[in-house]
C-alpha cells in the first residue's frame, strides 16, 4: 500500500504565487523527505524532516510535519516558472522497523505558469 | 563530486530476453537503493544495499534481482522480461542508507520492453 500520499494529485498557478502540497502516511515514522522531479530526470532531495520535528525551512521552501494527524505539508513561496515539476514525499514507515526503505507517494505535479 | 551514474540511460528489448542496469554511486556512498517508476504504480522501492549486502527488499517477483561490488557500484538484473517491465528504473545513493539521510538520485534507465 501506498504509505505516502500527495495531495492535490496536480496544481496549476501564477508565477509569484504560493504552492502548498499534503502529505498523509498511515502508520508512525522516523523521518520523512520530499523531493522534486524534472520530467524524466532523477529526483532532487528537497528536506528532511524527523518526526519530533514540527518545521523546517530551506529558502523558499517550508515543510511542516503534524504526526498526530500523520501529514506533513511543503508550501513553496513566491513560486517560479522553474518551480514546475513534480513534487514528491518519502516516508519510512513502511519499512518494517529496518529504517532502510524509503515509501514514495504518487506525487504532486506542479505546473507554475508565467 | 560527481554525481549519481546509472548507464545505458535508455533500453529496448523484448518480452522474454534478460537485462543488466548499472548504477555508480557518488564516491564515498556505500548505500545504493533501485526503484522503479511507472505512470500507474508510481515510484515502488526494489531493493537496498549497504556494503555488498541487501538489507532490504520490496515486493518484487524473484525476475528482479541485484548486486553490489566492493566498490559499491551496483546492477539489478531482470530477466525473462515482460512487457509490465516497461519503466524508468531509478538508482539512488547515501552515505549509510536509511531514511535519515538524503538520497542523491541518478537520471535512471528509461527500459522499454517491446
Known amino acids: 500500500s501506498q504509505q505516502g500520499e500527495e495531495d492535490p494529485q496536480a496544481l496549476s498557478i501564477q508565477e509569484g504565487e504560493n504552492a502548498t502540497m499534503n502529505c498523509s502516511y498511515k502508520?508512525?515514522?522516523?523521518?520523512l523527505q520530499w523531493y522534486r522531479q524534472n520530467s524524466g530526470r532523477g529526483l532532487v532531495h528537497l528536506i528532511l524532516i524527523r518526526s519530533n520535528e514540527r518545521e523546517k525551512h530551506s529558502g523558499r521552501l517550508r515543510v511542516t510535519l503534524d504526526t498526530s494527524k500523520k501529514s506533513s505539508s511543503l508550501l513553496i513561496t513566491a513560486s517560479r516558472a522553474a518551480d514546475t515539476a513534480s513534487y514528491f514525499c518519502a516516508t519510512d514507515a513502511d519499512s518494517g522497523g529496518s529504517n532502510y526503505k524509503l515509501t514514495f507517494g504518487k506525487g504532486t505535479l506542479l505546473t507554475v505558469n508565467p | 563530486k560527481a554525481g549519481v551514474t546509472q548507464t545505458p540511460r535508455y533500453l529496448i528489448k523484448t518480452r522474454g530476453q534478460q537485462v543488466t542496469l548499472s548504477c555508480s554511486p557518488i564516491s564515498g556512498h556505500r548505500s545504493v537503493s533501485w526503484y522503479q517508476q511507472t505512470p500507474g504504480q508510481g515510484l515502488q522501492f526494489l531493493f537496498e544495499y549497504f556494503s555488498e549486502t541487501q538489507r532490504n527488499k520490496g515486493n518484487f517477483p524473484g525476475r528482479f534481482s541485484g548486486r553490489q561490488f566492493s566498490n559499491s557500484r551496483s546492477e539489478m538484473n531482470v530477466s525473462t522480461l515482460e512487457l509490465g517491465d516497461s519503466a524508468l528504473y531509478l538508482c539512488?545513493?547515501?552515505?549509510?542508507?536509511?531514511?535519515?539521510?538524503?538520497?542523491?538520485f541518478g537520471d535512471g534507465t528509461r527500459l522499454s520492453i517491446l
Open positions: 502508520t508512525s515514522i522516523n523521518n
Open positions: 539512488a545513493s547515501s552515505l549509510a542508507g536509511g531514511s535519515a539521510q538524503p538520497q542523491h
